[in-house]
């Protein structure tokens, strides 16, 4: 599976913006999606997840009811709409991928679970 993730830029805080991921060369269908972000000196964080069949999706904390994670699998695609932004949520946001069995229930938090990664897209949110 070949990841591109697009969308970010820069903006005010308050503001929004929608990020894509793009998934191409497998199966997408069944395969859970992530996205994360890393700031700056910062360890890449779990952001939200969203299952193959879209019938569930976890938030980090910080983003619920701000962040919406969706999917279209009729398009490979999983999407991260990003509202009432905040200077926080300044990083570079991959997505990733993962077709396997995983043998934790939070499985999906953790980076190292994930088989396939996007480029990055970097959100820069301004006061």
């Known amino acids: 599976v070949q990841l591109q993730a697009s969308g970010g830029g820069s903006v005010q805080a308050g503001g929004s913006l929608r990020l894509s991921c793009a998934a191409s060369g497998r199966s997408f269908s069944g395969a859970g999606m992530g996205w994360f972000r890393q700031a700056p000196g910062k360890e890449r964080e779990f952001v939200s997840f969203i299952r193959g069949d879209g019938s569930r999706t976890y938030y980090e904390d910080s983003v619920k009811r701000r962040f919406i994670i969706s999917r279209n699998n009729a398009e490979n695609t999983v999407y991260l709409q990003m509202n009432s932004l905040k200077r926080e949520d300044t990083a570079v946001y991959y997505c990733?991928?993962?077709?396997?069995?995983?043998?934790?229930?939070?499985?999906?938090?953790?980076?190292?679970?994930?088989?396939?990664w996007g480029q990055g897209t970097l959100v820069t949110v301004s006061s």
């Open positions: 990733a991928a993962s077709g396997r069995l995983h043998s934790f229930s939070t499985w999906y938090q953790k980076p190292e679970e994930f088989e396939y």
